[in-house]
Nanobody, 120 residues
Framework: QVQLVESGGGLVQAGGSLTLSCAAS????????MVWYRQAPGKQRELVAT???????NYANSVQGRFTISRDNAKNTVYLQMNSLKPEDTGVYYC??????????????WGQGTQVTVSS
C-alpha cells in the first residue's frame, strides 16, 4: 500500500508565500518523477512543476521564476515553494508520483490534494 499525503495549503494574500509538502509512504522501492498539479474551480487540472530523481526540474510558464520544486529522496518527500503568489494560483494542489513497490510493481499515485487560496 502506497500513500501520498500533501500538506501546507492555506489562505494567503497576494504577494505572499506558501510551501507545500507531499510525503510518500508504504512499501516503496523507488520513486522516479514527482509532480505537482493544480486544479482551479471550473478548470482542468494542469501541471505545475516536475522533478526527476536526479533533480532535473520543469515548470509551467505561469509559475516559472516564482515557484521552486525540490525533493528529499531520503524522506520520499517533494516540496513546492511558492512565492509572489497571485489570485490565479488559487486551486487544489495535487502531488503525483511514479512509484515502484516492494512487489516490483510500478504505479502512478496521487495525493488527496491541498487547497491553496490567494486573496487579492
Amino acid at each position: 500500500q502506497v500513500q501520498l499525503v500533501e500538506s501546507g495549503g492555506g489562505l494567503v494574500q497576494a504577494g505572499g508565500s506558501l510551501t507545500l509538502s507531499c510525503a510518500a509512504s508504504g512499501s516503496i522501492i523507488y520513486i522516479n518523477r514527482m509532480v505537482w498539479y493544480r486544479q482551479a474551480p471550473g478548470k482542468q487540472r494542469e501541471l505545475v512543476a516536475t522533478i526527476t530523481t536526479g533533480g532535473s526540474t520543469n515548470y509551467a510558464n505561469s509559475v516559472q521564476g516564482r515557484f521552486t520544486i525540490s525533493r528529499d529522496n531520503a524522506k520520499n518527500t517533494v516540496y513546492l515553494q511558492m512565492n509572489s503568489l497571485k489570485p490565479e494560483d488559487t486551486g487544489v494542489y495535487y502531488c503525483n508520483a511514479g512509484i515502484t513497490t516492494t512487489r516490483g510493481l510500478w504505479g502512478d499515485y496521487w495525493g488527496q490534494g491541498t487547497q491553496v487560496t490567494v486573496s487579492s
